[in-house]
């Protein structure tokens, strides 16, 4: 069974679309974050929700917008796409209070052509 | 602000030892962990050190210095399928976990 998952493995778009990407975890997890990974393999985090609730919202621009209708899902919408928005994007959970011990997601690569 | 520095790459030879260092500076520490990423893969926890020492896990062996914001990874008995890039990541009273650039390590035969 997979633990974390998400969906599309693979995105390619042009520049202005807007796209959506979704994020499901069996490991009955409270919290549940996206990351950017970019092209030099830093990987950079950008919201994490604990129990449907925002808790860390890092300088991301507002064309992204998480949201997670429960505690096993946190879906990324992104307006507007834009070239440097190409990345790929992990999904990832744990418990709130083992923070540092995360699960990820096997990835979505985007590209924005 | 909070950065960490890592060897960018390292090469070692199958059945060999190799350390992976990582140092920090960050404010409200709690503690340093190690993740692997595969080329492709989705990064995987392997290790964290909340106090001072080693800790073991197989091959997979990390330690942790607060007084010297410096950890490292050691992976012992080299194998080839050893060959990713090694994170070290801290965490504090955020919940949120920093990533270090990583390393890329090259098991050669």
């Known amino acids: 069974d997979t633990a974390v998952s998400q969906t599309p493995k693979y995105l390619v778009t042009q520049m202005g679309n807007d796209k959506s990407i979704k994020c499901e975890q069996n490991?009955?997890?409270?919290?549940m974050y996206w990351y950017k990974q970019d092209s030099k393999k830093f990987l950079k985090i950008m919201f994490s929700y604990n129990n449907k609730e925002l808790i860390i919202n890092e300088t991301v621009p507002n064309r992204f917008s998480p949201k997670s209708p429960d505690k096993a899902h946190l879906n990324l919408h992104i307006n507007s796409l834009e070239l440097g928005d190409s990345a790929v994007y992990f999904c990832?959970?744990?418990?709130?209070?083992?923070?540092?011990?995360?699960?990820f997601g096997p990835g979505t690569r985007l590209t924005v052509l | 602000g909070q950065s960490l520095e890592q060897p960018s790459e390292v090469t070692a030879v199958e059945g060999a030892i190799v350390q992976i260092n990582c140092t920090y500076q960050t404010s409200g520490f709690y503690g340093l962990s190690w993740y692997q990423q595969h080329d492709g893969g989705a990064p995987t926890f392997l290790s964290y050190n909340a106090l001072d020492g080693l800790e073991e896990t197989g091959r997979f062996s990390s330690f942790l210095s607060r007084s010297d914001s410096y950890g490292y990874l050691l992976l012992q008995e080299l194998q080839m399928k050893d060959s990713a890039s090694y994170f070290c990541a801290v965490g504090g009273a955020t919940n949120k976990l920093i990533f270090g650039t990583g390393t890329l390590l090259a098991v050669q035969p």
């Open positions: 990832a959970s744990s418990q709130v209070q083992e923070a540092d011990t995360q699960y």
């Open positions: 490991l009955g997890h409270d919290t």
